[in-house]
């Protein structure tokens, strides 16, 4: 990397929490991994997306993808743009294979890891067509709010590697954590809102297990879309 890269304090933004792999998640790696997972090093600089799918296209960034019910199924709709998606936990990464199999998705790649060096060192600035942040883990202990990665320098970031036009959309259904992503997206000037304050779900933005379980805890859920200008 050259010399005049900034240089970026790395703090865990997820709490990893290592849970057994079934059979079926080790059967998923190994028949699956070597069609869709990323092996990146942060040495090794920036990913060739177009050698990575194959063709070139839009790409987006899903960081945080779960046990991938959202990535597959907007995935699977949007077959124009490519998918990368960031998770850590290997059942999660292992349950996106098998929905991505299942309906015979090209677009779809995965990597397993802490999402900021990618950010930092793998992706070419201005390559991304959208940033997809969904519920993200809140750290909702005052003193842990600097491991959540919606903060300052993380979306200041993230804009640099966003086409103009590009947009980053963010969802939580933590009322804390909404209001900060609020702010912290306001304030960086790289960006302007899509809408007036928080935004409605869009469409193409599936309704999860995850956020129906918050939804049955009374919790509201929000959307932040934004764009580069």
């Not at 883990?137 to 300052?152: G, L, N, Y």
């Not at 947009?167 to 900060?180: F, G, L, R, S």
Request: charged share 30%; net charge negative; glycine share 8%.
């Amino acid at each position: 990397m050259p010399d005049e890269e900034p240089q970026h304090r790395h703090i865990l933004t997820f709490n990893f929490r290592q849970g057994r792999n079934k059979p079926r998640h080790d059967e998923a790696f190994a028949r699956l991994w070597p069609r869709y997972g990323l092996d990146w090093e942060p040495d090794e600089g920036r990913v060739d997306f177009a050698k990575l799918f194959g063709r070139t296209a839009p790409v987006i960034l899903e960081i945080g993808s779960g046990n991938g019910e959202a990535a597959a199924a907007m995935g699977d709709a949007d077959r124009d743009r490519d998918l990368l998606a960031v998770e850590v936990y290997p059942q999660g990464i292992a349950d996106l294979m098998d929905r991505a199999e299942a309906r015979g998705l090209t677009n779809l790649r995965i990597y397993q890891g802490d999402a900021l060096p990618l950010l930092w060192n793998g992706i070419a600035p201005g390559s991304l067509d959208e940033i997809r942040v969904y519920f993200p883990d809140p750290w909702p202990k005052k003193r842990h709010h600097k491991r959540r990665i919606i903060q300052a320098e993380h979306v200041r970031t993230m804009a640099g590697l966003l086409r103009p036009g590009g947009v980053i959309h963010c969802a939580t259904d933590i009322a804390d954590y909404a209001e900060q992503m609020l702010e912290v997206l306001t304030a960086e000037p790289a960006y302007e809102n899509t809408a007036d304050g928080f935004a409605p779900r869009p469409d193409h933005r599936p309704v999860t297990k995850f956020e129906r379980r918050g939804v049955k805890a009374d919790r509201e859920i929000f959307d932040l879309i934004f764009r580069k200008r």
